[in-house]
């Protein structure tokens, strides 16, 4: 193996352990949330450090390796790898903001048994998981699957912010608890946006395709 | 002049008319709220396919050009370009975000004059500029004087959430509209988020320093 595909290779480890680092995250600030577990909320603001390092590590060893890429299709999987690791680097930001409201929910009683917001939780987890293996492992049809979830995890977005806003308006007691949820439901969508990101870089990669802004995106 | 320095000068183009559109979206998307112009929102919502197929255009030819960078300063200032590219696609977005908000929102007796949300608008608005200048002018003391000014856009969009908070809780009919304007103020927060991570680009290109993520951001 030359010294060059070796490289690639960590690049490619490098953007995964980064994209485990994001997902758990996310994960763990929505334990944070439904366990009501104050302690790990405050970890998951404290480790967002760590992302944060791997994405100046990603762009350190891209910027590296694109001086000795011999081929376009090497180009475009390298800087692909930097958008990528730019859209883990938010998801581990909206984790934070997620376990941030998490601390300000665990203050007071809890509204209502979380159902909606952990299964968006599920869906995003699902897309970027989706997005990342099919972007390292090549496979544009995996990542074409992942488009049209986005919808879905917009829809659940829209009916709780309907769902809350009502609630508000009939208990203005729950006004700040709705509020903190209403922002806990747009992290989970924008993280959402964040593995479509992914799966429309692996498209474009892999078929050459550039399916960003087009209809696909409606489906 | 070479062709391949003819070809950077069009890329430094391409990325200055698309900051300069998407300032626009900004700029016409507040016009729309002030002056309660539905035309114009719906417009700004229209014209969200000219930015989306800027980031398309930077894309193809920054691959392009890095096929041919002689230098590592270039491929950095190349990259760079493609993830400013990413930010002022989503102030686009953010623009069409604040477009629709308008729009529900003229729809109802407005519940009183807009002055916080202009001059938010119009630090992110300078913040954006001077992020840009400093980038393609080679100014990162300017890129410097950026990053401070988020933190004063944090602490509006944070006092203007506690003051619609408090408003809502006191009259609960004004509830829609206020959620209304706390995610205008949300989106022109992001907006400042953006102008940094430009900034933040610029200081890293031309002083080899980065500062993402260090504590510069917390001056």
Known sequence: MTHYSEEMNRLKETILAMASHAESAVARAMRALVERDDALALKVEADDTIIDQFEIEVDDLSIHLLTKAPLATDLRFITAVMKISQNLERVGD??????????????EPQL???????????????????ALTAFIEGKPELAL???????EVDALNRQLHRELSSFM??????????????????CLERIADHATNIAEDAVYLYEAKDIRHSAQKNQ
Chains 1, 2 share one sequence.
Do not use: F
């Open 94 to 107: 909206e984790g934070c903001s997620i376990a941030r409201r998490a601390h300000d929910l665990n203050a």
């Open 112 to 130: 209502k048994p979380y159902i909606d917001l952990p299964r968006m939780a599920q869906m995003a987890h699902g897309m970027l998981h989706d």
């Open 145 to 151: 699957t992942v488009i049209p979830r986005d919808k």
């Open 169 to 186: 308006v009939e208990n203005p007691a729950t006004i700040t608890r709705c509020l903190h949820l209403m922002v806990i439901s747009k």
